[in-house]
Structure formats: C-alpha cells, structure tokens
T-cell receptor, first 114, second 113 residues
Framework: NAGVTQTPKFRILKIGQSMTLQCTQD?????MYWYRQDPGMGLKLIYY???????DKGEVPNGYNVSRSTTEDFPLRLELAAPSQTSVYFC?????????????FGPGTRLTVT | RKEVEQDPGPFNVPEGATVAFNCTYS??????FFWYRQDCRKEPKLLMS???SGNEDGRFTAQLNRASQYISLLIRDSKLSDSATYLC??????????????FGQGTTLQVKP
C-alpha cells in the first residue's frame, strides 16, 4: 500500500512553460486535494475533488486546472508558468466514510519557475 | 480573525521537558479536529485526531474545549526527534465545504540536547 504518490519530486520550469503534476492514491479514497505551500507559510487549497468527474476550486485556483477521470488519479495542470507559482505542491486524499475526513499527503513536488 | 490561530513559536525546550501548544478556531460548528506534524521540507503527517473526551497516544495528549473553541497538544518527555512544526487542523463546515480542512500556520518546536 503506497498511499499517496506524486511525480515528479522536483522540476524547474521556464516562464510560460506548462506541465502536469501527477498524483495517485491506492487507498480507494473518494476525496482528493491539491495544496501549495510557499516557504515559511501555511497550506493553501488550490482544487479539490469529491469523486471521479467532480472537481471544485479552492482558495487559490488561478493558473491551474485539474481533472479527475478515475478514483485513483488527480493530476494538476499548470498552464503558462509564472514565478509566483514557485512553491511546493502537495496532493492529499481522504475518505468520506469516516465522517472525519482526515487527509493523507503525498511527499510533494518542489517546483521552481525562472 | 483567522479561522485557525496558533502561536508560531519557536518553542525551544530541553530534552525531557513537557511542552504544550494551544490553538483557537473560529467556527463553532466545526466537528473534526486534528494535530498534524510537518518536518522541514516534508509533507504534513497526521499525528492524532482530537476528540471531545480528550485522547492520549503515548507521550502525546490532545484536548478539545468546545465552549472556548480551543484545542491543545501536550508533549511529555520531549525527544530530539519531536523537533518539527505542529499544525492545528479543523474541518470546515457548511454547504460546499464538506471534506475541507483548515490548516493552521503551525507551531515550531525545537528540542535541544
């Protein structure tokens, strides 16, 4: 049971480039989330999904897109990368069946945009 | 007022000390409460859930005071390996917020030899 996995671990992008951050979970969790964490700051929710085919915006969605075609996968797409998107990106998942929604995180992707 | 507030610290304590962190939350309708631990440049990891009756896991004790809307974490006999940032986490409430958690900014603990 690998939990939540993310790829790549590190990436450097040039301004204007695009990329997809991959996230997969094998816990059969129905909820999935994307956060960003800037140095010395807290977590900010970018997008989340309550199940396959359903996504919604979080606190900071501008510049990002998501899709959820399967229960396991929740990729985050960055279009036209900007220096302000330099951050650590964490994917997380939770299960609604417990009614507590404790979240389990992947190891993160460290992205630098120059 | 922030939805979840924590003293950022840092708390510098010697090994073996007892240290307590507090956290306040603004939404009285919140139902789920957690403490997460985050090591430098790593992902947050669930440390423990917090229940109304209070709960203990080894050297860690969590308490919830719904009337005053605060949560506490007590660490006894601190170890060097306890050095980390501790995040207070509360669920959001209301239509459209199911499943969303609010993460505090964290309290940094540094345990010294």
């Amino acid at each position: 049971n690998a939990g939540v996995t993310q790829t790549p671990k590190f990436r450097i992008l040039k301004i204007g480039q695009s990329m997809t951050l991959q996230c997969t979970q094998d816990m059969n969790h129905n909820y999935m989330y994307w956060y960003r964490q800037d140095p010395g700051m807290g977590l900010k929710l970018i997008y989340y999904s309550v199940g396959a085919g359903i996504t919604d915006k979080g606190e900071v969605p501008n510049g990002y897109n998501v899709s959820r075609s399967t229960t396991e996968d929740f990729p985050l797409r960055l279009e036209l990368a900007a220096p302000s998107q330099t951050s650590v990106y964490f994917c997380a998942s939770s299960y609604s069946g417990t009614s507590r929604y404790e979240q389990y995180f992947g190891p993160g992707t460290r992205l630098t945009v120059t | 007022r922030k939805e979840v507030e924590q003293d950022p610290g840092p708390f510098n304590v010697p090994e073996g000390a007892t240290v307590a962190f507090n956290c306040t939350y603004s939404n009285s309708a919140s139902q789920s409460f957690f403490w997460y631990r985050q090591d430098c440049r790593k992902e947050p990891k669930l440390l423990m859930s917090v229940y109304s009756s209070g709960n203990e896991d080894g050297r860690f004790t969590a308490q919830l005071n719904r009337a005053s809307q605060y949560i506490s974490l007590l660490i006894r006999d601190s170890k060097l390996s306890d050095s980390a940032t501790y995040l207070c986490v509360v669920n959001m409430h209301g239509s459209g917020n199911t499943g969303k958690l609010i993460f505090g900014q964290g309290t940094t603990l540094q345990v010294k030899p």
